[in-house]
Nanobody, 123 residues
Framework: QVQLVESGGGSVQAGGSLRLSCAAS????????MGWFRQAPGKEREFVSA????????DYADSVKGRFTISRANAKNTVYLQMNSLKPEDAAVYYC????????????????WGQGTQVTVSS
């Protein structure tokens, strides 16, 4: 049984930082590209960032470039999202997702999803 479990969400003031983690089980983690997506109330789920199987290739949405950093620790079956300089518009439920092979910015390319973790940013 595949499980992706996000953690690290919470409430911060604008300008603050959070580090999200996503622990995977039930898959050979190093065979999977990982992605982070987010969904704010009343909005579509959107791509945030993705990382290749080995971690050497990353991709970011324009809205988070220079502020967010994705990384992974294959020995720990975990992917991270370091979020700095948070803005109120970053508030959303953040989801991690896994897909075999190459990374993608399209949510429908991903096979497995976590339950999400809430990020709240106050101005």
């Amino acid at each position: 049984q595949v499980q992706l479990v996000e953690s690290g969400g919470g409430s911060v003031q604008a300008g603050g930082s959070l580090r999200l983690s996503c622990a995977a089980s039930g898959i050979t983690f190093s065979n999977y590209a990982m992605g982070w997506f987010r969904q704010a109330p009343g909005k579509e789920r959107e791509f945030v960032s993705a990382i290749s199987r080995g971690g050497s290739v990353t991709d970011y949405a324009d809205s988070v470039k220079g502020r967010f950093t994705i990384s992974r620790a294959n020995a720990k079956n975990t992917v991270y999202l370091q979020m700095n300089s948070l803005k109120p518009e970053d508030a959303a439920v953040y989801y991690c997702a896994a897909r075999p092979g190459l990374g993608s910015g399209r949510q429908y390319d991903y096979d497995y999803w976590g339950q999400g973790t809430q990020v709240t940013v106050s101005s």
